[in-house]
């Protein structure tokens, strides 16, 4: 770089003088596009002086929210993905385009729009609980049950940043489902039990595969500032690197009882919190074991929004054997037919 930023006064003194700038030449008649490209561009560019410099050459990748449909990860980021099993995206969306996303998620939790049997359920207490006793609502497939929600802008960014994180394994990732969250406040009992979320889903043998892989990103978006007080995600470091299944079992008595699964985590693992502000997303694999906490916040709910990419191949595997991840599907964690050992509950103790 020509210049040195030294403080951070500097650094925001700068920033304002571009800021100014893109307003005046905004007032010369730049569309609406324009001016909102530019504001990413300007998020951008304090991204890169904030990192310590530009190269020189003018071809540099801008890394965050860049455009409507884009947001560009790091080569680190994608190395932390694929390494630790989770990774926190701040500020991915901004205030107004989470607030529609929120308008929506309210109606599904109010019953505002009619998702059916076990889709609409608790996943911390067994089916058949009253709703006003749920400390976790959830809803299977928000965007098959609401159409207008697919495509929206939360999908079309999170389709471009679940390409990157799997460019090198030359893999196709499309959306497999979508799924809508809320702990209530003052839940205590609303917890996400430990989990890796292939010990619910069928693995390559159960579903035929020709291709080995089981590539997966699931992104969650924080409707709602999420921390440790309200239940953020927790997860165990490292734990899904082996790519192997732990042993699970039901949280409830059985799976005709309730959807929920369990393994079991050791004291000297490394567990860390996921916090996210709203309007951030993680993004976790699908052999990390993680979970989540209750909410012990006397008045803030905890919305999140799940999107889970896969491999193409993988998804239409799925399909062939009639596994969508709706809760009422036929074909399930207790049904699929590959003779794996984390399904067996004799051997969880
Ligand atoms: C991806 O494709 C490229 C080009 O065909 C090839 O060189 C590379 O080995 C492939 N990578 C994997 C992980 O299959
Ligand atoms: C798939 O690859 C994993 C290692 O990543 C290996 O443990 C497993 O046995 C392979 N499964 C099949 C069906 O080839
Ligand atoms: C939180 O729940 C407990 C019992 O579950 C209740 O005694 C308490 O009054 C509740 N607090 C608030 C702020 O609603």
């Given at each position: 770089?020509?210049?040195?930023?030294?403080?951070?006064?500097?650094?925001?003194?700068l920033?304002?003088?571009?800021?100014?700038?893109?307003?005046?030449?905004?007032?010369?008649?730049?569309?609406?596009?324009?001016?909102?490209?530019?504001?990413?561009?300007?998020?951008?560019?304090?991204?890169?002086?904030?990192?310590?410099?530009?190269?020189?050459?003018?071809?540099?990748?801008?890394?965050g929210?860049?455009?409507?449909?884009?947001y560009?990860?790091?080569?680190?980021?994608?190395?932390?993905?694929?390494r630790?099993?989770?990774?926190?995206?701040?500020?991915?969306?901004?205030?107004?385009?989470?607030?529609?996303l929120c308008?929506?998620?309210?109606?599904?939790?109010?019953?505002?729009?009619?998702?059916?049997?076990?889709d609409?359920?608790?996943?911390?207490q067994?089916?058949?609980t009253?709703?006003?006793?749920?400390?976790?609502?959830?809803?299977?497939?928000?965007s098959?049950?609401?159409?207008?929600?697919?495509?929206?802008?939360?999908?079309?960014?999170?389709?471009?940043?679940?390409?990157?994180?799997?460019?090198?394994?030359?893999?196709t990732?499309?959306?497999?489902?979508?799924?809508?969250?809320?702990?209530?406040?003052?839940?205590?009992?609303?917890?996400?039990?430990?989990?890796?979320?292939?010990?619910?889903?069928?693995?390559?043998?159960?579903?035929?595969?020709?291709?080995?892989?089981t590539?997966?990103?699931?992104?969650?978006?924080?409707?709602?500032?999420?921390?440790?007080?309200?239940?953020?995600?927790?997860?165990?470091?490292?734990?899904?690197?082996?790519?192997?299944?732990?042993?699970?079992?039901?949280?409830?008595?059985?799976r005709?009882?309730?959807?929920?699964?369990?393994?079991?985590?050791?004291?000297?693992?490394?567990?860390?919190?996921a916090?996210?502000?709203?309007?951030s997303?993680?993004?976790?694999?699908?052999?990390?074991?993680?979970?989540?906490?209750?909410?012990?916040?006397?008045?803030?709910?905890?919305?999140?929004?799940?999107?889970?990419?896969?491999?193409?191949?993988?998804?239409?595997?799925?399909?062939?054997?009639?596994?969508?991840?709706?809760?009422?599907?036929?074909?399930?964690?207790?049904?699929?037919?590959?003779?794996?050992?984390?399904?067996?509950?004799?051997?969880?103790?």
């Amino acid at each position: 770089m020509a210049f040195n930023i030294r403080t951070s006064a500097q650094l925001l003194l700068l920033l304002s003088l571009i800021h100014f700038c893109s307003a005046v030449w905004c007032g010369f008649g730049a569309s609406a596009f324009h001016r909102h490209s530019y504001k990413y561009e300007i998020a951008s560019l304090q991204n890169n002086l904030l990192r310590g410099g530009d190269q020189d050459d003018s071809t540099e990748r801008k890394y965050g929210r860049v455009s409507q449909n884009e947001y560009f990860l790091t080569p680190d980021q994608i190395e932390a993905f694929h390494r630790d099993g989770c990774i926190t995206l701040e500020h991915v969306l901004t205030e107004e385009e989470v607030e529609p996303l929120c308008a929506i998620f309210d109606r599904f939790v109010n019953g505002g729009v009619a998702v059916p049997g076990k889709d609409f359920c608790d996943m911390s207490q067994p089916f058949g609980t009253p709703y006003d006793e749920w400390n976790l609502v959830n809803c299977m497939l928000p965007s098959r049950y609401f159409p207008p929600l697919q495509n929206n802008i939360y999908e079309r960014i999170t389709n471009h940043i679940a390409a990157q994180l799997f460019q090198s394994h030359n893999h196709t990732m499309v959306k497999d489902y979508d799924q809508l969250l809320n702990k209530r406040p003052n839940r205590t009992a609303a917890v996400f039990a430990w989990h890796q979320d292939m010990a619910y889903w069928p693995g390559v043998e159960a579903l035929h595969m020709h291709v080995n892989t089981t590539a997966t990103c699931t992104f969650s978006l924080a409707l709602d500032d999420s921390d440790e007080e309200n239940g953020c995600l927790r997860y165990v470091e490292g734990s899904g690197a082996t790519k192997t299944l732990r042993p699970h079992r039901p949280v409830n008595q059985n799976r005709e009882k309730g959807h929920a699964l369990i393994t079991d985590v050791r004291d000297d693992e490394p567990i860390r919190l996921a916090p996210a502000r709203k309007g951030s997303i993680t993004i976790h694999d699908e052999y990390v074991v993680h979970g989540s906490g209750g909410n012990n916040s006397p008045r803030r709910q905890r919305r999140t929004y799940v999107l889970a990419y896969r491999a193409q191949e993988i998804v239409e595997a799925e399909r062939r054997i009639g596994f969508t991840h709706s809760h009422n599907d036929q074909v399930n964690w207790d049904t699929f037919e590959d003779g794996a050992s984390h399904r067996n509950p004799q051997k969880t103790k």
